[in-house]
């Protein structure tokens, strides 16, 4: 393909597949870009040096992220494109055979991309081993904006093994952020003037298990600050909300009542093959405790459908504890294989046709839980932070329609 001189390079876009996690390695990536003297392309305008931080989490996630790389390619051909993330982590070789991808930059070598992309090294594929990262490593924590929200990443990798996972391979042991550095960080967009702030990591709840804290101790230091109205919590394991930490779930009012909780599978069988150390029991005594002490809270789940072995029954099973439990919405995927995760060696496999019926199955129920909450909610008051543009967000995660100041919370009725 034609080649740009590195001389040239002035402007670059950084492109984010996936989760929230990404977006926030996304920032620190254009951080790293901008302290070089680069400037980020507007959107629709085309760069000196593209970015993609992929996903791996399913196979339609890595085939997104490959096809994100032809289109670039194809409007852009002079550009510089680096690809990074999660799948360049896991499948470095398969992204080197695309001749559209100039330079692979696995997690591995996150922290050194700016460096690499605008070296004239001949090397194609910086990689290594993402267990050989310390898990005692100081991890810095990452803070990004989702619309007028500052995301502040907290924790880095999973100690956690499911056997359905590849976010482990992908990103490491656990390595989180110092306590004072999140605290200062805190308190600089909170003197920014916003007043909800969010937490969250690859696996928020193992925060500081490596420092000798936890999660708690954190959310009790950040609850001390001034003119902070909102904390809201990403995705945690269920297994690990500790009696600490449901405590303040429960009890103070500046942590939003909107929890994801992801349970995978209604059924207990299916819970032990996933390695998820929970049962459907403990699960749902989880929920009817939040939901008894905060009756507004929002409850939402991850469900994932045709993990190997899996039958009618068990999926019945499933069916029947998101029926029964009063969850916010539900998050469905279909079982994907994916390399070094245990579940790939269990037989037999749930064919693609039976998945597809199931999935949709439970995204149909998953907008009927939906639109029961909300209806549950009406006549309520609750807060909310706007958002910019023309939406607001309550505290228990509803959108709606709204204009106001973006990142302050407000005191709002459902009608």
Request: charge should be positive; proline fraction near 5%.
């Amino acid at each position: 393909m034609p080649e740009k001189s590195d001389k040239t390079l002035k402007t670059f876009r950084v492109f984010t597949l996936g989760c929230r996690s990404n977006s926030s390695d996304s920032a620190q990536i254009a951080s790293q870009f901008i302290s070089e003297g680069l400037i980020p392309a507007s959107e629709g305008k085309e760069a000196d040096i593209y970015i993609v931080n992929t996903c791996a989490v399913t196979s339609e996630a890595e085939r997104s992220s490959r096809q994100l790389i032809y289109k670039l390619r194809r409007e852009n051909p002079f550009a510089k494109i680096i690809v990074t993330g999660c799948l360049s982590q896991i499948k470095p070789q398969s992204l080197l055979n695309l001749k559209e991808a100039d330079i692979i930059v696995a997690n591995s070598h996150r922290e050194q991309i700016s460096k690499i992309a605008l070296s004239e090294t001949s090397q194609k594929v910086f990689h290594k081993n993402i267990f050989s990262l310390s898990e005692k490593l100081s991890y810095n924590p990452v803070l990004y904006f989702e619309r007028s929200r500052p995301f502040i990443k907290i924790q880095e990798g999973c100690n956690h093994f499911c056997s359905f996972c590849v976010i482990p391979f992908a990103r490491g042991k656990l390595r989180s952020a110092p306590l004072d550095a999140v605290l200062n960080l805190a308190k600089e967009v909170i003197n920014q003037g916003f007043e909800e702030l969010v937490l969250c990591g690859t696996q928020l709840s193992q925060y500081g298990l490596d420092m000798g804290l936890n999660l708690a101790s954190l959310l009790r230091e950040l609850l001390k600050l001034k003119d902070l109205r909102l904390i809201r919590l990403s995705s945690m394991h269920p297994k690990e909300i500790t009696p600490d930490l449901l405590d303040i779930m429960l009890n103070c009012e500046t942590i939003a009542p909107h929890f994801h909780l992801p349970l995978q599978s209604g059924s207990d069988r299916i819970l032990k093959l996933m390695r998820r150390e929970i049962s459907v029991i403990e699960f749902s005594s989880l929920v009817e405790t939040i939901l008894g002490k905060r009756p507004n809270t929002a409850i939402g789940t991850d469900i994932i459908v045709g993990f190997p072995t899996e039958t009618e029954e068990d999926f019945k099973a499933t069916l029947r504890v998101i029926e029964e439990l009063p969850l916010a919405y539900i998050h469905p995927f279909s079982f994907s294989e994916r390399p070094y995760i245990k579940a790939s060696y269990i037989n037999p496999k749930v064919p693609e046709r039976i998945k597809k019926q199931r999935v949709k199955i439970i995204k149909d129920l998953g907008e009927k839980k939906r639109a029961e909450f909300e209806l549950k909610n009406k006549n309520t008051k609750l807060r909310a932070v706007a958002l910019s543009g023309d939406e607001i967000l309550t505290e228990n995660y509803i959108k709606l329609p709204g204009r106001a100041t973006p990142g302050k919370v407000y005191e709002i009725c459902l009608i």
